[in-house]
């Protein structure tokens, strides 16, 4: 199985950015769909972005415009670069792999694999 590990987190304040990344070992991603999902305190985990084998992607509406997921199968990593952040960004990011990989399922339940998770916070 593969095991993934995100980084990048931080608190900024609105209006800043961020680069999260998602390191990727065990196994190679352009075997996999991969997304970030959110979840704040007290919230239901939400899907932010995903990206299929072939580099289709799929956003949150909240998100659209301002948020990039991208992959680097050869360096086997995901990003997400958030951009014009708001306070209601914050929340714990989470990287997923799907091994159903022509899909770009913004659906928790259809991913396999998850990493621990980078904390995101963003003052107004």
């Known amino acids: 199985q593969v095991h993934l590990v995100e980084s990048g987190g931080d608190s900024v304040k609105a209006g800043g950015s961020l680069r999260l990344s998602c390191l990727a070992s065990?196994?190679?991603?352009?075997?996999?769909?991969m997304g970030w999902f959110r979840q704040a305190p007290g919230k239901e985990r939400e899907g932010v972005a995903a990206?299929?084998?072939?580099?289709?992607?799929n956003y949150v509406d909240s998100v659209k415009g301002r948020f990039t997921i991208s992959r680097d199968n050869s360096k086997n990593t995901l990003a997400l670069q958030m951009n014009s952040l708001k306070p209601e960004d914050t929340a714990m990011y989470f990287c997923?792999?799907?091994?159903?990989?022509?899909?770009?399922?913004?659906?928790?339940?259809?991913?396999?694999?998850w990493g621990q998770g980078t904390q995101v916070t963003v003052s107004s």
């Open positions: 065990g196994d190679t991603i352009n075997k996999y769909s």
């Open positions: 997923a792999a799907d091994s159903q990989y022509f899909l770009r399922s913004l659906d928790s339940r259809v991913f396999d694999y």
């Open positions: 990206i299929n084998n072939i580099g289709m992607t």
